[in-house]
């Protein structure tokens, strides 16, 4: 018994000798929260060579499956298109990767990108272009070109490093982390405004020197801004309502959690989870509740997941 049982104890007691006892009625039992996930989810994972491949499964755990390997070449970070039709994924071969986009289920895999190594894709609301980040000479900046390979264009011009980008669902704006002008080298939050000119204008969303801000996810209605940061010492997921600025945790646990996106219908976001046998996936509810790992297999590393919409 705790000392805090053991106060309750004596004070019921207390209670009891001065006082008719009155019945209380049970205290009703809490049904367990059932979370049952719908969807297919893409994510990379390390077989048992230790090369990564693009593997779906159901969003519950099950149909685990490759869908497309590049052989002794890492896949990393695919991302489904908006229509689902489509995934645009990295390949990493000799230290630099490229973009490539195939079909849904990766069949015809073709290169888009060129030159600079390229990586962390992310589809543009009409499927028509994709954002990245191209690396090159040490700097780190986002790129614009068209899911057919044309049209490059360079969208971050500062020193410093841009990455981790997300496309709203409106299409005017471009969510993404750097640490461009940041004193300790943390990484902040941004946001780069298009309009139909096509110029650009970049804002900041969130700023603490002291912490760092990373994988920024929109939620599909494009109110709420999902993110990771270690504010409080290890990385946890947190959610900014955009219209108040106001951002409320979801995990507080001692394992990092990142990379997260939202399911289809905004009630739920899968992310990565830093365990000590390896990286998995975990699911939870947009309010925190319910965090539980979609499957229970340690033996692949598994990272950036997406939820088909």
Same mark, same amino acid.
């Given at each position: 018994?705790?000392?805090?049982?053991?106060?309750?104890?004596?004070c019921?007691?207390?209670?009891?000798?001065?006082?008719?006892?009155?019945?209380?009625?049970?205290?009703?039992?809490?049904?367990?929260?059932?979370?049952? =996930?719908? $969807?297919?989810?893409?994510?990379?994972?390390?077989?048992?060579? *230790?090369?990564?491949? #693009? +593997?779906?499964?159901? !969003? @519950?755990?099950?149909?685990?499956?490759?869908?497309?390997?590049a052989?002794?070449?890492?896949?990393?970070?695919?991302?489904?298109?908006?229509?689902?039709?489509?995934?645009?994924?990295?390949?990493?071969?000799?230290?630099?990767?490229?973009?490539?986009?195939?079909?849904?289920?990766?069949?015809?895999?073709?290169?888009?990108?060129?030159?600079?190594?390229?990586?962390?894709?992310a589809?543009? =609301?009409? $499927?028509?272009?994709?954002?990245f980040?191209?690396?090159?000479? *040490?700097?780190?900046? #986002? +790129?614009?070109?068209? !899911? @057919?390979?044309t049209?490059?264009?360079?969208?971050?011009?500062?020193?410093?490093?841009?990455?981790?980008?997300?496309?709203?669902?409106?299409?005017?704006?471009?969510?993404?982390?750097?640490?461009?002008?940041?004193?300790?080298?943390?990484?902040?939050?941004?946001?780069?405004?298009?309009?139909?000119?096509?110029?650009?204008?970049?804002?900041?969303?969130?700023?603490?020197?002291?912490?760092?801000?990373?994988?920024?996810?929109?939620?599909?209605?494009?109110?709420?801004?999902?993110?990771?940061?270690?504010?409080?010492?290890?990385?946890d997921?947190?959610?900014?309502?955009?219209?108040?600025?106001?951002?409320?945790?979801?995990?507080?646990?001692?394992?990092?959690?990142?990379?997260?996106?939202?399911?289809?219908?905004?009630?739920?976001?899968?992310y990565?989870?830093?365990?000590?046998?390896?990286?998995?996936?975990?699911?939870?509810?947009?309010?925190?509740?319910?965090a539980?790992?979609?499957?229970?297999?340690?033996d692949?590393?598994?990272?950036?997941?997406?939820?088909?919409?």
């Amino acid at each position: 018994m705790t000392r805090f049982q053991a106060a309750l104890a004596a004070c019921a007691l207390a209670l009891c000798a001065c006082a008719p006892v009155t019945p209380v009625a049970p205290t009703p039992t809490l049904a367990p929260i059932r979370i049952v =996930p719908q $969807g297919t989810i893409l994510f990379s994972a390390a077989g048992a060579d *230790g090369v990564f491949s #693009l +593997y779906t499964m159901n !969003a @519950d755990g099950s149909g685990r499956k490759v869908l497309f390997s590049a052989g002794k070449d890492d896949v990393i970070g695919g991302r489904w298109s908006p229509d689902g039709k489509q995934i645009v994924a990295a390949i990493e071969r000799d230290g630099a990767s490229q973009l490539y986009v195939m079909g849904a289920d990766g069949s015809n895999a073709r290169r888009i990108t060129q030159g600079r190594s390229a990586a962390q894709p992310a589809w543009s =609301p009409d $499927g028509q272009a994709i954002v990245f980040v191209g690396a090159e000479a *040490g700097q780190k900046d #986002l +790129y614009y070109v068209r !899911a @057919d390979g044309t049209a490059l264009r360079r969208l971050t011009t500062r020193k410093g490093e841009h990455e981790q980008p997300a496309w709203a669902p409106d299409g005017t704006r471009i969510a993404f982390v750097s640490n461009e002008d940041s004193q300790f080298g943390n990484y902040q939050l941004y946001v780069l405004e298009l309009d139909p000119a096509g110029t650009v204008t970049q804002k900041t969303l969130l700023r603490n020197e002291r912490v760092n801000f990373q994988f920024p996810a929109w939620s599909r209605d494009g109110a709420r801004l999902a993110y990771a940061s270690d504010a409080t010492g290890v990385f946890d997921l947190y959610v900014l309502t955009v219209a108040t600025a106001k951002s409320v945790a979801l995990t507080k646990g001692a394992d990092p959690a990142a990379q997260p996106v939202w399911s289809p219908d905004d009630a739920l976001l899968a992310y990565t989870v830093n365990l000590a046998r390896g990286y998995t996936l975990h699911l939870i509810t947009a309010e925190g509740i319910g965090a539980v790992p979609i499957d229970l297999k340690y033996d692949m590393n598994e990272f950036f997941p997406d939820w088909k919409r």
